[in-house]
């Protein structure tokens, strides 16, 4: 009984302690959130715990140093747009076949293979990249761990403790899902997905990039989902919204904010480029090393 009040009184504690030092402003949105891991210190603590486990179970790095390369490229040009050029962005290529990309705190994005290879075109990577930026700028998962936090109450003692175990960073990334093998995806909420989209056409316009790349990526997603029927390889969209609602969506703020978008001497979407850098050696490659079909046996 007593443990039970001393853990109530601290949680209490803890609560009007992140309501005088957990509200921050972000850099992207200007928006005021809840966000207990708003510092960059902390974000990299977070990535740096979560990452290797992330690439490990994605089938690790793809064996290909111009693809690697070429990809990384393109996302440090698009994160150089962003709010926070200065984080330590790293874009890496996992060689798996499924099909997503996401984000870890303080700039640490992953690709896979599987998504590159259902491209045509710079400027759909483009709007997948500057999308993950986008979560990464505006800071969702140390708003997501902030609020799964608060509502767990034991999380904000251990916050301030500062004593987490790698395996506990996962379970609280992981607020949401949990799929495959062993892996918890991050799951954001319908507001902060919009919000990512915004940022990535900002991104990607910023470097010339037609955003309507962005539509067609939702709209691969909506062909892909229907072809495959619920088959678990589409895993992006087991963490975003559906891609019919972000079509109209987009679709509208693209032309009030981008009305030039049908300009493309403005706007590229560099299907050559595309071909030539990622789609001819992705070709010659040996087989995904991620199989995740043996994994769920
Ligand atoms: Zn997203």
Known sequence: MRRVMIIVALTLAGLLWSAATGCVTNPATGKTNLNFFASTESELDIANQAAPEFKKAYGGQIPSTPIQNYVSDLGHRLAAQSERPELPWEFTVVDSPVINAFALPAGKIFITRGLLSKFDNEAQLAGVLGHEIGHVTAQHVGQQMSQAYTITGLGIVLGIAGEVAD??????????????????????????????????LRYMTRLG???????????????????????????????HPHPESRIERLTKIISKQYPDYQNTTTYKFDPESYQTNILKPLANLPAPKHNPAQQSQ
């Open 167 to 200: 395996e506990d960073w996962l379970k609280i990334l992981g607020a949401g899902t949990s799929l495959g093998g062993g892996v918890y995806l991050l799951s954001y909420g319908r507001s902060q997905e919009n919000q990512a989209d915004e940022l990535g």
């Open 209 to 239: 990039y037609n955003p309507v790349g962005h539509i067609q990526v939702m709209e691969l997603f909506a062909r892909e989902a229907a072809a495959a029927g619920g088959n678990q390889q589409i895993e992006f969209l087991s963490t």
